[in-house]
């Protein structure tokens, strides 16, 4: 498993770099967020093992027992899932950043429960740029009231937006996805964000021409996600 996931990440830094210079971007602008969901704390340590030291999961109890497994490893976790409320908690104390608050009730709860002795929690705002109404995010009609909302919560820093375009294998349309992200994020010039988390396995160019600092990468360094391990289900059968 290990030299697979080496010749991966290999692989996926070099797609990182050629569309970082194609775009005229600077080298190391873009920070590659590997996603492990589904993936066994062994997969995450071999990655760790060949310099990789973010990643995303997508799931609180499968999240909280691969991060027990690897407690001496100095990882940054990125929350990049679907947040159930009666999950806050545990997120805010187990994350260093959440890619996926779409609503303010949420924030709310993050800013409250996250733990004194911590930093503040880094956030993105997901945003349905798809606008379809099955997706998570939020709609970008009510974008504005809400970064302004959550950018005067004391314990988040909100560093910028996320998307999860609907997929499509024609470069032009992903690009056009990933564009109205940027600009939508332009309009939050005042409050110093820094951060686009956008671009998957299957889209990183795309995203990176048109300025994504965050890829989120699964199955391009994982390989394709195995089911779910039963032992992660008891208590989080709910979370999906
Ligand atoms: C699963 C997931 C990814 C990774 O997707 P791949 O296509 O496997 O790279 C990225 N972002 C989010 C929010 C995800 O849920």
Same mark, same amino acid.
């Given at each position: ?86 999950? =806050? $908690?545990?997120? +805010? @104390? ?6 996926? #608050?779409?609503? %303010?009730?949420?924030?709310? *709860? &993050? ?22 109404? =099955? $997706?998570?995010? +939020? @709609? ?6 809400? #970064?302004?909302? %959550?950018?005067?919560?004391? *314990? &988040? ?17 992903q690009r056009a996805s990933f564009r109205s992200l940027r600009q939508a994020a332009e309009r939050f010039g005042d409050l110093g964000l ?32 195995p089911r779910r391990e039963a032992a992660f289900d008891a208590g989080g059968a709910s979370e999906r």
């Open positions: 498993m290990r030299s697979q996931i080496h010749q991966r990440l290999d692989a996926v830094h070099n797609r990182i770099r050629l569309a970082e210079t194609a775009a005229g971007r600077r080298r190391d602008s873009v920070r590659l967020i590997a996603v492990s969901k589904t993936q066994p704390a062994e997969a995450i340590a071999a990655a760790y093992y060949y310099g990789q030291r973010e990643f995303g999961e997508n799931y609180v109890q499968e999240a909280l027992a691969k991060q027990e497994k690897l407690a001496h490893f100095d990882i940054g976790w990125h929350f990049i899932g679907p947040i159930q409320s009666n999950k =806050t $908690k545990l997120i +805010a @104390a187990h994350f260093s950043w959440v890619h996926s #608050v779409d609503r %303010i009730k949420i924030a709310q *709860r &993050l800013s409250d429960q996250r733990p004194k002795g911590l930093p503040p929690l880094n956030v993105c705002i997901q945003v349905n740029i798809s606008g379809e109404a =099955t $997706k998570s995010g +939020a @709609a970008l009609e009510e974008l504005d009231e809400l #970064v302004r909302a %959550i950018a005067t919560l004391p *314990r &988040l820093r909100v560093r910028g937006l996320m998307a999860i375009p609907a997929p499509t294998d024609e470069m032009d349309l820094d951060t686009l988390s956008m671009g998957m396995s299957d889209d990183l160019e795309a995203a990176i021409t048109e300025g994504s600092t965050m890829v989120r990468i699964g199955t391009a360094l994982f390989g394709p996600r």
